[in-house]
């Protein structure tokens, strides 16, 4: 089992800042991905980020240039930088993690991103 823990979410104003991180803990194996996901008010959560831990990098198109997504594997944690933000990323963020074990995607709890206009 691995467990994730979200924390940084907030109010902001359109414009601003906020940082995301997310701690992993319990069976951490290599290779792995880490990354965000978001949901608003409907059934599908969409990409946000991703990172392997070689540190190869995904970005969804409408975070590109305005978002970034870092890892430290010692840790075994990984955050997102979200810069510009507008009120379309409001959202409830999640953190994923994968492996190559066949035991599917496990996610954090979710962390509210408001974005004021």
């Known amino acids: 089992q691995v467990q994730l823990v979200e924390s940084g979410g907030g109010l902001v104003q359109a414009g601003g800042s906020l940082r995301l991180s997310c701690a992993a803990s319990g069976s951490i194996f290599s290779p792995n991905t880490m990354g965000w996901y978001r949901q608003t008010p409907g059934p599908q959560r969409q990409v946000v980020a991703t990172?392997?831990?070689?540190?190869?990098?995904n970005y969804a198109d409408f975070v590109k240039g305005r978002f970034t997504i870092s890892r430290d594997n010692a840790k075994n944690a990984v955050y997102l930088q979200m810069n510009s933000l507008k009120p379309e990323d409001t959202a409830v963020y999640y953190c994923?993690?994968?492996?190559?074990?066949?035991?599917?995607?496990?996610w954090g709890q979710g962390t509210q991103v408001t974005v004021s206009s």
């Open positions: 990172i392997t831990s070689g540190d190869r990098t």
């Open positions: 994923m993690y994968a492996d190559f074990r066949g035991r599917g995607t496990y």
